[in-house]
């Protein structure tokens, strides 16, 4: 999941930190209670995975509780690194000036597939099943965040009910904030 997380999401902050460190964060999503992370393999192969959490905010403070001090040896290569400051000053601004009062708490943190099996209905499929994942935790609708260069991701999400409700910045970068309905019946269902 980390290496195609890096080469599959490189638009977003995660990614500059490096596999090891992806790998360290996608252990920790698959033990955190509040979060979700489903897979879909080709043999042993991982070619897409998805991951939400419940509440974003709460999910943050947890890591960065449990796992903060551990990742952040991690990361001082990136932190020593000029362009470090401004995307750290960015990502706060991103995380405090954002009026997120309407926004749903829950989020689809992340959701990437392997180039060779794109267009092929995995990503679909995933988002199916973290939608009846949220469904089934009686979460009504999630957020889910996509950058202006993640072209896919702008049509992908609407397609599948998405609605834009915000733009956004982060650093440079601008981005949409899609809410995400889990319905009761999935479309296709009846």
Same mark, same amino acid.
């Given at each position: 999941?980390?290496h195609l997380?890096a080469?599959?999401?490189q ?5 500059? *930190?490096?596999? !090891?460190?992806? !790998? /360290?964060?996608?252990?920790?999503? !698959?033990g /955190? ?7 879909a393999l ?12 419940h509440d974003?905010?709460k *999910?943050?403070?947890?890591?960065? @509780?449990?796992?903060g001090?551990k990742?952040a040896?991690r ?8 362009? &470090?400051?401004?995307s750290?000053?960015?990502?706060r601004?991103? %995380?405090?000036?954002?009026?997120t009062?309407?926004?749903?708490v829950?989020?689809l943190? =992340?959701l990437?597939v /392997?180039?060779? !099996?794109?267009r ?6 995933l *988002? &199916?099943?973290?939608q009846?994942h *949220?469904?089934s935790?009686?979460i009504?609708?999630f ?10 991701? @702008?049509?992908?999400y609407?397609a ?7 733009k956004?910045? %982060?650093?440079? %970068?601008? =981005? ?12 296709g =269902?009846?």
């Amino acid at each position: 999941m980390a290496h195609l997380h890096a080469t599959e999401l490189q638009a977003g902050l995660l990614a500059k *930190f490096g596999v !090891a460190f992806l !790998a /360290d964060f996608y252990n920790y999503v !698959a033990g /955190d209670p509040g979060c979700v992370l489903l897979v879909a393999l080709e043999g042993d192969k991982v070619i897409g995975f998805v991951s939400g959490t419940h509440d974003i905010g709460k *999910f943050y403070h947890r890591f960065i @509780l449990r796992r903060g001090l551990k990742l952040a040896t991690r990361l001082v290569p990136y932190l020593l690194s000029r362009r &470090a400051l401004s995307s750290i000053v960015s990502l706060r601004r991103y %995380l405090t000036s954002r009026n997120t009062t309407h926004l749903p708490v829950s989020e689809l943190t =992340s959701l990437a597939v /392997d180039v060779g !099996a794109q267009r092929k209905g995995v990503g679909k499929a995933l *988002f &199916a099943a973290l939608q009846e994942h *949220f469904r089934s935790e009686g979460i009504q609708a999630f957020q889910v965040t996509a950058a202006k260069t993640q072209v896919a991701a @702008l049509q992908f999400y609407p397609a599948l009910g998405a609605k834009l409700v915000a733009k956004t910045q %982060l650093g440079t %970068l601008e =981005s949409f904030v899609f809410v995400c309905p889990t319905p009761r019946d999935p479309p296709g =269902s009846t």
